[in-house]
């Protein structure tokens, strides 16, 4: 195949929205740690950071459903729209495709459950969203397995990052989790420390 | 802690001359017995009032309470009725609880009120849950204050003389100040901590097991019970037109001595307290000044209130209408005179930081800023401090204003700010190295062993 043809526009579309759906989730996965642990983007304040991870999660299900709706309206592989949804269904690359279809599942949970969060309890949505650490994993095990080009050059490459910036952030918020102060005790630990050093201590 | 009816303060309103209702006790006190008088049991509080007046059918009620006027006892002084129709609105099976726990240390009267006419607080009780057609009901009540075993004995008495249509479930509330936050309540009675939460969605529309919750300050579900049976009309005959009614206020005077009083409201804060209007904020020069037992501040609506200088104080009645342009509130009807021989910057600065330390954690601008504001009034009570202080104090207290799930910043903040500007002249004091009462003793009462860091919770 040489250059991109009527034939080969689907098939190159769903390629390149799926490795913009890998880094839009991966950026994702990070926003979510960095909100969970009450972190900063530098000159960003927090309800900036908060808005950057519902907003990017939202264009981010815009990407899958091009990636997926692409790969169902290829006619040169037949993957039906009943394979994209339940897993391990589909006749062409069985595993790999049951593993995106799995993801799928896991995301949209995610965001339905933020969609209605004002009206399921706050147990529900958080359980709920423990499965982002699910989703994305299997994500990227549907990405390098199923589709050749990941698992060499540049886009390799992609993924090895992509990878170590999740694993590096799940590790940062385990240590932050670790040293989290009980919210009994904030008030006075903070009083501790304004008392020994009360003018360097500055609000912000 | 001592009670009285206090005498003179009834200013009742010009009233027809035909009684409201046949039988209904004139003048003061309504809700407290007569001074002396022994706690009402139910024998004497039956033949006082008799059995409750129920309507036989929710909703009835509500129209005599619009009439009457009648405003929450508890800090807010929200109107009882629109939060009984809202009950209603919001969903089938409601579920109503009365708060009495009363977690400011310089607040008795729900104490009071409690132990001395605990019938009329679950007559009201019972009268809500009709009118808001609730099966479950509940009381609130800080547990090791007596009050939970007394109120149990109370109501095994009530359930024999069939009284009760509902049976009161006794929640217990943990000895922290926001313990008896409208949210924190409803936590608590879900089986979780007591810690105030968002405000939306609201108490009254999903509350305790996700059901429309009304909660009441145990105040006003006595006035509601006397409402039921004496009418809107004997309710407004004390009162001011647009505050009617009576109030139970906590007096502290400049002696010491604290009192539960039961007051109409528009009463002269001068009646209460003995106030005199030439003192002012600038206090005097120790324990011989000739002020030394007068008041040179007044703190208005308890913690979460404001300072007043004694002089306007003077000039001021017991109404939101009146203290509101000042900054102050009624609120919970915690009045202080803070007695001319004390640092009124030092007293401010042992609340706050109280106050800080009773933070629930949760919010960043409350947990991380009320502790560096009290840090700050600290060295503001202390000789020489840091010029740069009071602005740092100003700074903070924008930031974490608005910025809770709470109030407890926003009534925290309004409490320094009114310090801040009404102690003026002893800041500058400390500021040339000299104190109005060094080494005196605390004043505002704190609980003992506050405050109490790693206290429970739950």
């Known amino acids: 195949m040489n250059g991109i ?57 815009a990407f899958v459903a091009v990636h997926v709706g692409t790969a169902i309206a290829d006619p040169y592989v037949s993957i039906r729209l009943a394979a994209a949804v339940i897993p391990f269904t589909s006749a062409y690359e069985t595993f790999w495709l049951g593993l995106g ?104 | 802690m001592t009670y009285a009816a206090a005498r003179n303060l009834a200013r009742p309103t010009p009233q027809p001359a035909a009684q409201p209702a046949p039988g209904a006790p004139g003048g003061l006190p309504r809700l407290l017995p007569g001074r002396g008088a022994a706690p009402a049991d139910l024998r004497s509080h039956l033949e006082r009032h008799g059995r409750p007046p129920y309507r036989g059918q929710s909703a009835r009620l509500i129209p005599v309470l619009q009439e009457s006027g009648l405003t929450g006892r508890g800090g807010a002084a929200f109107p009882v009725h629109r939060k009984l129709t809202a009950v209603i609105e919001a969903g089938p099976r409601p579920i109503v609880i009365g708060n009495g726990a009363e977690g400011e240390p310089a607040s008795d009267k729900d104490k009071a009120l409690l132990r001395i006419a605990p019938h009329l607080v679950l007559d009201g009780l019972q009268l809500a849950a009709e009118a808001v057609g609730a099966r479950s009901v509940g009381l609130y009540l800080h547990r090791g204050s007596g009050r939970p075993e007394q109120l149990r004995a109370v109501l095994a008495e009530r359930a024999a003389a069939g009284i009760d249509r509902r049976p009161v479930e006794i929640i217990d509330a943990p000895a922290r100040f926001l313990a008896g936050e409208e949210s924190a309540l409803a936590s608590r009675a879900d089986g979780g901590p007591a810690r105030p939460r968002f405000k939306e969605p609201r108490v009254f529309e999903r509350g305790v097991a996700g059901r429309p919750t009304l909660v009441q300050n145990v105040e006003t579900l006595a006035h509601l019970a006397l409402i039921a049976r004496y009418g809107a009309r004997w309710f407004r005959s004390l009162g001011t037109a647009g505050e009617p009614g009576t109030m139970l206020c906590t007096v502290h005077q400049t002696d010491g001595t604290r009192q539960v009083v039961e007051a109409a409201l528009g009463t002269p804060l001068r009646d209460l307290l003995a106030l005199d209007d030439r003192a002012s904020a600038a206090g005097g020069s120790g324990g011989s000044s000739p ?129 801040l500007q009404v102690f003026a002249a002893e800041i500058e004091r400390h500021a040339r190295g000299r104190c109005t009462a060094p080494g005196a003793p605390p004043f505002l009462p704190l609980p003992p062993g506050a405050p109490a860091t790693d206290a429970d919770w739950s």
């Open chain 2, 291 to 419: 002020w030394a037992s007068t008041a040179q501040a007044v703190l208005v609506g308890g913690y979460h209130g404001a300072w007043l200088p004694a002089g306007q104080a003077a000039r001021m009645t017991l109404s939101n209408a009146a203290l509101r342009p000042a900054g102050g509130f009624v609120g919970a009807g915690v009045l202080v005179a803070l007695p001319a021989d004390r640092c009124g910057i030092a007293e401010t600065a042992r609340v706050t930081r109280f106050l800080a330390l009773e933070s629930a954690g949760q919010c960043g601008p409350c947990f991380n800023g009320l502790p560096r504001i009290a840090t700050a009034l600290d060295e503001l009570a202390g000789p020489r401090p840091d010029p740069q202080v009071r602005a740092d104090i100003q700074r903070w207290a924008g930031l974490v204003q608005g910025r809770g799930a709470c109030h407890h910043p926003d009534g925290t903040v309004r409490f320094v700010r009114s310090a």
């Open chain 1, 5 to 61: 043809t009527g034939s080969t526009a689907l098939w190159y579309a769903s390629r390149a929205t799926g490795v913009v759906s890998l880094l839009m989730l991966t950026a994702v996965v990070l926003l979510g740690v960095l909100v969970n642990r009450q972190g900063r983007l530098p000159g960003l304040p927090r309800f900036v950071v908060t808005g950057l991870h519902r907003s990017v999660s939202l264009l981010s299900v």
């Open chain 1, 101 to 204: 279809a799995v993801s799928l599942d896991l995301i949209a949970a995610l965001i339905v459950t933020s969609l209605a969060r004002a009206h399921i309890s706050r147990r529900v949505w958080r359980g709920v969203h423990w499965l982002a650490y699910a989703a994305w994993p299997v994500a990227l095990a549907h990405s390098v397995g199923s589709s050749t080009d990941m698992q060499r050059g540049v886009l390799l490459w992609l993924a090895v990052g992509c990878t170590l910036a999740v694993a590096g952030a799940v590790t940062w918020r385990a240590a932050r989790a670790a040293r989290e102060v009980p919210r009994v005790k904030r008030a006075a630990v903070t009083l501790a420390q304004a008392a020994r050093r009360p003018r360097e201590a500055g609000l912000r």
